[in-house]
Each structure stands twice: as C-alpha cells, then as structure tokens.
C-alpha cells in the first residue's frame, strides 16, 4: 500500500518561500518518479514540477528559476523548494508517484500567496 503525506504549506506573503515535504511509504521509493501538482479554485490540475528515479528533473515555465525539486531516498521524501513566491501560486500542492502502471496520489497541502 503507497502513501504519500505532505506537509509543509500554509499562507506566506508574495516574495516568501516554502517548502514542502512528501513522505512516501514506498519501500522501493528511488525507483518511482516523483512529482509535484498543484490545483487553483477553478482551475484543472497542472504539473508543478517531477524528478525522476535517476534524479533528471523537469518544471512547468511558470515555477522554472523559483521551485526546486529534489528527493532523498535515504528518508523516502521528496521535497518542493518554493522561493519568489506568487500569489499565482496559491493552489492546493499534490505530492505524486508514478511506477510502471502504479500511480498514487497524496491528500495535498494548501499553500497560500498574499499579495
């Protein structure tokens, strides 16, 4: 059974930073691919960044130069450094696992820019 629990959101103000940590019960954890999602009120769910089991990572444009991704699997986390923050970024933040056909998703954490 894979889970993933997030933490590490909660409202800051635009130009702040955060960062987020997902914790995956997975214990061939540096075989998935690890990513990161965020939802908008309104708004469909959109890639925020991944990094691979080989550690290559991609962003979507809007985060390239602000977001950070990276994993330890050592602790079977993956973590979202969040600097020059938004208020375009306010989303609730999904931690996500892709392996083979498994793909699994965590409850998500709210972050909150203000202007």
């Known amino acids: 059974q894979v889970q993933l629990v997030e933490s590490g959101g909660g409202l800051v103000q635009a130009g702040g930073s955060l960062r987020l940590s997902c914790a995956a019960s997975?214990?061939?954890?540096?075989?998935?691919?690890m990513g990161w999602y965020r939802q908008a009120p309104g708004k469909q769910r959109e890639l925020v960044a991944v990094?691979?089991?080989?550690?290559?990572?991609n962003y979507a444009d809007s985060v390239k130069g602000r977001f950070t991704i990276s994993r330890d699997n050592v602790q079977n986390t993956v973590y979202l450094q969040m600097n020059s923050l938004k208020p375009g970024d306010t989303a609730v933040y999904y931690c996500?696992?892709?392996?083979?056909?498994?793909?699994?998703w965590g409850q998500g954490t709210q972050v909150t820019v203000s202007s």
């Open positions: 996500n696992a892709k392996w083979r056909s498994l793909n699994r």
């Open positions: 997975i214990s061939t954890f540096s075989a998935y691919a």
């Open positions: 990094i691979s089991s080989g550690g290559s990572t």
